[in-house]
Each structure stands twice: as C-alpha cells, then as structure tokens.
C-alpha cells in the first residue's frame, strides 16, 4: 500500500471513525469536545479550514478505493461542518455579547 494513499484514507475515515456505525456523528461530536476542551473556536475554526483545504484530495483517494461516488465513511464534511457552526456561534455571540438565550425562561413567561 502507498504510504500517500494509506494515509488519505486513514484521513478521510479521521482515522477509522468513518468506518464505524454513526461514524458522522462521532466526528462532529469529537469537533465539537475539541472546541469545548479549548474554550474557543478558533481551534474549531482552524479544523474546519484545514479539513477544507486537505479534504478533497483525501476524498478522491478514498473514492477511488471504495468505488463510490458517496462513501459512508468519509466523514471530513462533518469536520466541516461543525467548524463552521461552531464559527457561527461564536462569531453570533461575539457580536451579541450580552446577550443571553434561556429557553426554559421564555418557556414559562409565555404561559
């Protein structure tokens, strides 16, 4: 095996995640403990870009592996994705800093 060619699969599948059952949600919730571990996210931001710039590449590996114009188990989109919902966030609550959103609150003074 092609050491380059492992090593975007094994990328692809973020280390073998992908290969197993909800592999997509396994990695966004490892974004996303990521992001809570850091505090910010700016480390969720800079996954997102990173997993952008090197994803395609690993996907056209993996695609040419499996056969498949939509494997299972790439999962570098979830990556993607939480990044840039959690850069939505943040960048929501830089903008809106004192302000403060409590469900159970509003839940109750409506009835």
């Not at 059952?21 to 990695?27: D, E, H, Q, S, V």
């Not at 710039?53 to 939509?70: F, Q």
């Not at 993607?80 to 929501?92: K, L, T």
């Not at 159970?104 to 409506?110: D, T």
Request: hydrophobic fraction near 50%; charge should be negative.
């Amino acid at each position: 095996m092609d050491f380059s060619k492992g090593f975007n699969v094994q990328l692809a599948t973020l280390f073998g995640i992908g290969k197993i059952p909800g592999g997509g949600t396994w990695a966004s919730l490892i974004v996303l403990l990521i992001a809570l571990y850091e505090q910010n996210a700016e480390t969720a931001s800079f996954l997102a870009f990173f997993t952008l710039i090197i994803g395609s590449g690993a996907y056209r590996k993996l695609t040419a592996l499996v056969e498949s114009e939509d494997p299972k188990e790439y999962v570098l989109d979830e990556v993607i994705g939480m990044g840039i919902a959690i850069s939505g966030v943040y960048i929501f609550t830089s903008i809106f800093d004192q302000l403060s959103f409590n469900l159970i609150e509003i839940s109750f003074r409506n009835k």
